[in-house]
Each structure stands twice: as structure tokens, then as C-alpha cells.
């Protein structure tokens, strides 16, 4: 079985100041690793994932996670935020296959101007 | 543009009254699921199924029916016997067998329950 903490349920944070949003993970097998974002009222959209490889891994937005297998932790990061990044962040975890995907309990992300 | 489609978007009903929530897909994918959302509950599963004619109950299964006669259609049923059924409902594919459990999501239906 897998479980996934999501430390901070709310995290405020003034445009253009840094962010970091927090994930840990835990499970018996390897998994691979998501975060979703949600913006209101819409369904969840993949901003990023790994699955090998390099464990630094970047969206198309200027977001990055790390995979840290030692500290079994997958933060997600942005240097710069934007107003329109507000939006709740879903991290996630998967063994694959028609294995059952894990959720945490989400981070709302308020960018405030 | 492949994808998966949920309608209707919003959905109001009275107390005592089945609803049914439409889930449709182009992705080819085999398996589908339904989550409930609840503010500060995250996503909770109700019902998957990895092929067609073929489904699983998830964690939140009591008050909901689902079928899956066609591969690209998960309908969920939202009956009387659900106590609180009043929430965001969010349908999803995966690859399935040979995927890595990335999952697409649908738009949602927000069901008020009056």
C-alpha cells in the first residue's frame, strides 16, 4: 500500500516570491510519481511526473520537482509565481499498471498580488 | 482532440431522485474511475473498472451503480440511497495494463442535491 503527506493544506505567497509545495511519500514497491493542478471548478491536469531517469524533472510552466528517494519526497518548486498559478496541487503516486493511484490531500496555492 | 467528456456540468436534484453522471472517452484507454471531491478531502475513489463488462468497487462505493457496457463510456449512477451526495464528481482514464497509472480527468459535474 501507498500513502502520500501533503504538509501544507494552504500556502500563501506574493507574486514573484519563490515557492515551494511540499510532498512525502511512502510505499513498499516502486511507484512513480505525479502532481496534478486544479483550478477551479475544472478537473485535474498533469503538470508534471517521474517515472526514471533524471531525478530533476520540469513542467512547461517554469515548475520543477525533485525526486528524493532517500527522504522519499517529490517537492514541487517555482523560482517566480505568477496570480494565475493559483490553484490547488495534487501529488500522487502510482506502481502502474491497474495499480490503484494515491492521492494527497491537496495544496491550495494563493498568489497574492 | 482526444480526451474525456463529462456531462452535464452542473446537475441539481431533489432528495429521493437518481441521478446518472455521463463519462465519455476517445483515449482508447481500457481502465476508468470515478472520484468524489469534497473541499479539504482530496480525491476519494468510487468505482474503477480495468476492462469492459468488468468493474470494482473503491473506497466510497455505498449509494453508487456503475456500468461499463461500451469501452468508451462509464456512466455513474447516483442513487437515492447515497446520504450525501452533494459534491464535485470527477471521472478518469488510464492506459491500464502496460501504463504507468497517469490519469486523465475530465471537467467534472457538480452535483447539488436541493
Known amino acids: 500500500a501507498q500513502s502520500v503527506t501533503q504538509l501544507d493544506s494552504q500556502v500563501p505567497v506574493f507574486e514573484e516570491a519563490p515557492v515551494e509545495l511540499r510532498c512525502n511519500y511512502s510505499s513498499s514497491v516502486s511507484v512513480y510519481l505525479f502532481w496534478y493542478v486544479q483550478y477551479p471548478n475544472q478537473g485535474l491536469q498533469l503538470l508534471l511526473k517521474y517515472l526514471s531517469g533524471s531525478t530533476l524533472v520540469e513542467s512547461i510552466n517554469g515548475f520543477e520537482a525533485e525526486f528524493n528517494k532517500s527522504q522519499t519526497s517529490f517537492h514541487l518548486r517555482k523560482p517566480s509565481v505568477h496570480i494565475s498559478d493559483t490553484a490547488e496541487y495534487f501529488c500522487a503516486v502510482s506502481p502502474g499498471g491497474y495499480q490503484k493511484v494515491t492521492f494527497g490531500i491537496g495544496t491550495k496555492l494563493q498568489v497574492i498580488p | 482532440d482526444g480526451g474525456i467528456t463529462q456531462s452535464p456540468k452542473y446537475l441539481f436534484r431533489k432528495e429521493g431522485q437518481n441521478v446518472t453522471l455521463s463519462c465519455e472517452q476517445n483515449?482508447?484507454?481500457?481502465?476508468m474511475y470515478w472520484y468524489r471531491q469534497d473541499p479539504g478531502q482530496g480525491l476519494r475513489l468510487i468505482y474503477y473498472s480495468q476492462i469492459v463488462n468488468d468493474f470494482q468497487k473503491g473506497d466510497i462505493a455505498e449509494g453508487y451503480s456503475v456500468s461499463r457496457e461500451k469501452k468508451e463510456s462509464f456512466p455513474l449512477t447516483v442513487t437515492s440511497a447515497q446520504k450525501n451526495p452533494t459534491a464535485f464528481y470527477l471521472c478518469a482514464s488510464s492506459i491500464g495494463m502496460t501504463g504507468t497509472g497517469e490519469l486523465f480527468f475530465g471537467e467534472g459535474s457538480r452535483l447539488t442535491v436541493l
Open positions: 483515449l482508447n484507454h481500457d481502465a
